[in-house]
């Protein structure tokens, strides 16, 4: 699992891996907002916390069949689906990698954007840390929407088709936990709520990842 | 005799075709008095007016809306359990029905609110539900579409369809955490005091029952559907090879 997890990482890391593509987004989606709704600082400051959201959750999008797609090219993959590591491993491994490479700088980058938006003090840590618990829940349902998709010719839209509506409940409980901790207000609910979702979909979502990923390498 | 006999396609198809046109005399039946009932014979409402009358649309279509998401979930089940083809097809032909009564229901809800709450929509959990319930069609019908392998298709779409229910679930109870409705709760339990009144209550059963009906008729008629193109597609493939 080590040795996978290595791996990926470095995949990710050199050149062609695409690892910071996602940050260049994050940044794009960002700085693309004031120009669409304008530059008012107090309108800036309410939506900041679920703009920073929304742009993690495209940025994590937007990477996801990289996840799969380049195993599935070159045959890896059969060799990871016949190795004597469980395939739920190595696809929750994936999506640890996943979330390395891609949600962790998502994370980091949140705050430094938070300052492009304007977003109210108290925000930046409830905002870090309400990324920080649910960004693994984006990468693990992610990677199930890549593993459903991962043969497919034109794979790319329908994955956000699919896994989209999978991100509704992690998006409304991790930007009402922003939008609170930005407010002032108290985020503790919001983000045990979150949490769960993370905690849950963590624990289960490999296997279905790997139910899927089984038919597809039939 | 068991109730699996019939995921034998020939003699689901038998069945289907006697048992259709009941559904469909049953169901036209039902709606047109639902309808009819429902529209020229109850009063209005003391504060809606006339047009309280769209209910007998909107809460059947919504109803099985619903419902036909539940029946492509057991369906899904019952393939990935004991890989009977026509459940499968079943649930594949259930999918445009669900998004279909998925539709009327929020266009019904829409032409309603807009005199009633002053606007066509509003972010209520239960028409936010609705709208991701739309979306997870929309998904699910998608893969079908994209898979050209039958039983891989039939497998993944079981699979999201099973996953998907979860998190429909998961956003319907997170979207009433999210905002408060303007949308009336439920008025149609069976375990309530106060529910809709009975000059209303009645025709409206009608009508769902009209809808259930409808449904069952659509899912049937077009299960067979997919079963003869199926069986069509293995003729012209045996034909190609033969030739």
């Not at chain 1, 705050?111 to 920080?132: A, D, E, F, K, R």
């Not at chain 1, 009402?176 to 901790?181: I, L, S, V, Y």
């Not at chain 2, 529910?195 to 259930?212: E, K, Q, R, W």
């Amino acid at each position: 699992m080590n040795a996978l997890l290595v791996r990926d990482l470095r995949l990710a890391f050199r050149a062609g891996g695409g690892f910071g593509l996602g940050l260049a987004f994050f940044l794009i989606v960002v700085t693309l907002v004031p120009f669409a709704v304008g530059p008012q600082a107090d309108l800036l400051a309410r939506i900041a916390a679920g703009i920073l959201w929304l742009g993690a959750l495209l940025a994590c999008l937007l990477s996801l069949d990289r996840i799969l797609a380049l195993d599935w090219e070159d045959g890896s993959l059969d060799l990871l689906a016949t190795s004597p590591l469980p395939l739920e491993a190595a696809l929750a491994v994936k999506a640890l990698a996943h979330w390395l490479t891609t949600g962790l700088p998502l994370v980091l980058a949140a705050p430094v954007l938070g300052v492009l938006l304007n977003l109210p003090g108290p925000g930046y840590v409830w905002t870090c840390l309400s990324l920080v618990i649910g960004t693994p829940a984006l990468s693990v349902i992610g990677a199930f929407g890549a593993a459903l998709t991962v043969g497919l010719r034109r794979g790319g839209l329908l994955l956000s088709l699919i896994v989209l509506p999978l991100y509704v409940p992690t998006l409304i409980f991790g930007a009402e936990a922003a939008r609170r901790g930005a407010d002032g207000l108290d985020p503790t609910t919001p983000l045990l709520m979150l949490g769960g979702i993370t905690a849950g979909v963590v624990a289960l979502m490999p296997f279905a990842s790997a139910a899927v990923l089984r038919v597809n390498l039939r | 005799m068991s109730f699996w006999e019939y995921a034998n396609p020939v003699k689901f198809l038998t069945l289907s075709e006697r048992v259709l046109p009941f559904f469909w005399a049953l169901s036209a039946i039902c709606i047109v008095v639902g309808l009819v009932w429902g529209f020229f014979f109850t009063p209005d409402d003391f504060r809606q007016g006339s047009t309280v009358k769209i209910i007998y649309l909107h809460v059947p279509s919504a109803l099985m809306a619903i419902n036909a998401w539940f029946m492509m979930l057991v369906a899904s089940l019952i393939w990935l359990v004991r890989r009977h083809h026509v459940s499968a097809l079943a649930a594949k032909a259930a999918a445009p029905v669900g998004v279909t009564m998925t539709l009327i229901a929020l266009f019904t809800g829409a032409v309603w609110g807009q005199p009633m709450w002053g606007t066509w929509w509003a972010w209520d959990p239960r028409l936010t539900s609705f709208l991701i319930l739309f979306l997870f069609y929309l998904g699910y019908m998608a893969l079908w579409e994209a898979i050209e392998d039958p039983d891989t298709a039939a497998d993944l779409t079981s699979i999201l369809c099973l996953v998907g229910s979860v998190f429909a679930v998961l956003s319907r109870y997170a979207v009433n955490f999210w905002n408060q409705g303007l949308h009336q709760g439920a008025s149609l339990s069976l375990d309530k005091e106060t529910n809709v009144a009975d000059v209303f209550y009645h025709p409206l059963l009608v009508a769902i029952a009209g809808f259930v009906f409808l449904f069952f008729a659509l899912v049937l008629y077009r299960t067979g559907t997919e079963i003869r193109i199926r069986r069509t597609r293995a003729l012209m493939a045996r034909e190609a090879r033969i030739a």
